[in-house]
């Protein structure tokens, strides 16, 4: 199956570090995608993991176990305008389609 | 911006009418990817077509039809129009056929049927 689950909502405090987490059913994906979308806007390409472990992207950091199913995006020294929603996604097939999970919002105070 | 265009921004009809959606990919891309965004459901994989072959559907209804033109861009048809149609539209594009591409959406189409 291709059941992805994300936490509704998040939020956290200007200059803090965050981690949202993503499950979902190992049998469905080669590889977990994460995107980063404003609202009404189209969704960006964060970080793509295929391999277990810690990926590092600047104040972006993402990490996948596949045997656990089990994914987060971590966002360090959080800025006002990383309040967004985060969509996990799987994918990584011969196919290109992507499962998107719901969608994290987070919201960043100061 | 991405490089993917779509036009319209923004769309309002009624109940029961027809309508077309517009996708251009970056330059160089040959596989577009259709999803539908609502409150309700999230992200949702339409259609994929590749180099002007359909290679992959998901949750795309009858009532809804697309194509890949020589020239590589797209159209995605809505007919028999139905309230709950309503929703962004994204196209996406990649340079590839596989899942491991990273994809590039376009700005959406805003479906308002009333």
């Known amino acids: 199956g291709q059941n992805i689950d994300q936490p509704t909502e998040m939020t956290a405090t200007e200059g803090a570090i965050v981690q949202i987490n993503c499950t979902y059913q190992t049998s469905g994906f080669n590889g977990l995608f994460w995107y980063q979308q404003h609202a009404g806007e189209a969704p960006t390409f964060l970080s793509y993991n295929v391999l277990d472990g810690l990926e590092e992207k600047g104040r972006f950091s993402s990490f996948l176990s596949r045997s656990k199913g089990y994914s987060y995006l971590l966002l360090k020294e959080l800025q006002m305008k990383d309040s967004a929603s985060y969509l996990c996604a799987g994918g990584g097939s011969t196919l290109g389609r992507l499962y998107f999970g719901r969608g994290t919002q987070l919201t960043v105070w100061p | 911006d991405s490089g993917v265009t779509q036009t319209p921004k923004h769309l309002i009809t009624a109940t029961g009418q027809r309508v077309t959606l517009r996708c251009s990919p970056r330059?160089?891309?040959?596989?577009v990817y259709w999803y539908q965004q609502s409150l309700d459901q999230g992200l949702q994989f339409l259609i994929q077509?590749?180099?002007?072959?359909?290679?992959a559907k998901g949750n795309i209804l009858e009532r809804f039809s697309a194509q890949q033109f020589p020239d590589l861009h797209s159209e995605l048809n809505l007919s028999s129009l139905e309230l709950g149609d309503s929703a962004l539209y994204f196209c996406?594009?990649?340079?590839?056929?596989?899942?491991?591409?990273?994809?590039?959406f376009g700005p959406g189409t805003r479906l308002t049927v009333l």
């Open positions: 330059s160089g891309d040959l596989s």
């Open positions: 077509y590749y180099n002007g072959e359909e290679r």
């Open positions: 996406a594009s990649s340079g590839g056929l596989a899942g491991d591409n990273e994809q590039f």
